[in-house]
Every structure is written in C-alpha cells, then in structure tokens.
C-alpha cells in the first residue's frame, strides 16, 4: 500500500503562483494530478510516466502549469503559474503501482491522496 500526501495548497490571487507536491510512502510509478471543483467531475490536470521524461496537461493549463518528478525523493511535484480564479479546486495527487507509461484516466490510478486546497481570489 502507498500513501500520498500533498501539500502546497493555499489561497493566492490572479496571476500568482503556487507549487503543490506529493511525498509517497512506497515505490509507484505513473503519477498524476487531477482536481475537481464543487459540482464537477474530477479532471486530468497533468500527468507523468516513471522515467519523467514523457509528461501531458489539459488544454486549460498547458504553458502554466508544469509537473515534474524526483524518484530518489519520491516525490512529484506541480508548479502553477499565472493562476486563474478557474483554477479554483481541491487537487489530488495520483499513483500507480503497476504502469510506467503516463496515462490520463482516472481509472488508472490505484493510489490517491487526500486532496489539497487550492483558491484563487480574482
């Protein structure tokens, strides 16, 4: 069993920036953030393949947003940048235990944190 725990969340204005990260307790693979905002479904927001080197974004944050890995640390992180009031949601960390290849669905990740705010005041 792995544990993630994020951190980094917080309330920031338009436009300024926030770096989540997520410490697992165990070895995983493809990892993931997703977030979900009241009264939506959860949603990809970037995700990365084990090696760290092939990695993707929804439409929404591409050039904002970047995610990145450190295996020895164990630990993956989401820097954000130019926050939009949209960006408002609670943010989840994601793992796999099996698949290196980085995957967009929900329903590849076994392995969930517990979610971290993230506000963005306009």
């Known amino acids: 069993q792995v544990q993630l725990v994020e951190s980094g969340g917080g309330l920031v204005q338009a436009g300024g920036s926030l770096t989540l990260s997520c410490a697992a307790s165990?070895?995983?693979?493809?990892k993931a953030w997703f977030r979900q905002a009241p009264g939506k479904e959860r949603e990809l927001v970037a995700a990365?393949?084990?090696?760290?080197?092939?990695?993707s974004y929804a439409d929404s944050v591409k050039g904002r947003f970047t995610i990145s890995r450190d295996n020895a640390k164990n630990t993956i992180y989401l820097q954000m940048n130019s926050l939009k009031p949209e960006d408002t949601a609670v943010y989840y960390c994601?793992?796999?235990?099996?698949?290196?290849?980085?995957?967009?669905?929900?329903?590849?990740?076994?392995?969930w944190g517990q979610g971290t705010q993230v506000t963005v005041s306009s």
């Open positions: 990365i393949d084990y090696s760290g080197g092939s990695t």
């Open positions: 994601a793992a796999d235990g099996k698949g290196r290849v980085l995957s967009l669905h929900v329903r590849d990740y076994n392995y």
């Open positions: 165990g070895l995983a693979f493809r």
